[in-house]
């Protein structure tokens, strides 16, 4: 099973919005609701975002938002700020014989 | 609050066994799936295995498959990872997880440990 596909990097200036988008195959992203995001800081554990394409945990800002159309689902985060500043890897249930692939990650730099 | 505290890791030469532990607090443990996820150095996440809450069912990924075996202790709230015939590449933080809903399984994972850092290397 290979990693869903992702931008290496993304930036944009505080206000802005920005998407990340996360790229599979029918057998993952584009089968299944259970799609999420994470958001990773140097040296931290990653702290779950949204989960089931478009859900938002308690306590995560609602700048971030999530969607998906066919294969490939998308990270908003809108009204960008500097604590936005990580590493975001998106993850998905697949159907192969290893069950869970996360993305291959995204920088995000608020310039 | 909810807590997990990854330990275990260190050196260990190619071919040894290493065993991971999570303990658990601050929830009621027998009702939510576990996983473990790691993090190779300068690298992206890797999902590796996953409990079930009655520990009856388990997954793993194909990259570890026959070599680690996850395992729980509902009466200790605690999650195993044993790791056998290490290789360089299981270089990596190894993370615990816990699933986000209990008495589900959706694939995602609302707390993690700290981490504890696995070395093979001879």
């Known amino acids: 099973q290979s990693a869903l596909t992702q931008p290496a990097s993304v930036s944009g200036s505080p206000g802005q919005s920005i998407t990340i988008s996360c790229t599979g195959t029918s057998s993952d992203v584009g089968g299944y609701k259970y799609v999420s995001w994470y958001q990773q800081h140097p040296g931290k554990a990653p702290k779950l975002t949204i989960y089931?394409?478009?859900n938002r945990p308690s306590g995560v800002s609602n700048r971030f938002s999530g969607s998906k159309s066919g294969n490939t689902a998308s990270l908003t985060i809108s009204g960008l700020q500097a604590e936005d500043e990580a590493d975001y890897y998106c993850?998905?249930?697949?159907?192969?014989?290893?069950?869970?692939?996360f993305g291959t990650g995204t920088k995000v730099t608020v310039l | 609050q909810v807590q997990l505290v990854d330990s275990g890791g260190g050196v260990v030469q190619p071919g040894r066994s290493l065993r991971l532990s999570c303990a658990a607090s601050?929830?009621?443990?027998?009702?939510?799936?576990m996983h473990w996820v790691r993090q190779a150095p300068g690298k992206g996440l890797e999902w590796v295995a996953v409990?079930?809450?009655?520990?009856?069912?388990?997954y793993y990924a194909d990259s570890v498959k026959g070599r680690f075996t996850i395992s729980r202790d509902n009466s200790k709230n605690t999650v195993y990872l044993q790791m056998n015939s290490l290789r360089a590449e299981d270089t990596a933080v190894y993370y615990c997880a816990r699933e986000t809903r209990d008495h589900e399984t959706l694939w995602a994972f609302d707390y993690w440990g700290q981490g504890t850092l696995v070395t093979v290397s001879s």
């Open positions: 409990i079930s809450s009655d520990g009856n069912h388990d």
């Open positions: 089931d394409v478009s």
């Open positions: 993850g998905s249930y697949t159907s192969s014989s290893t069950p869970y692939v």
């Open positions: 601050g929830f009621t443990f027998s009702t939510y799936s």
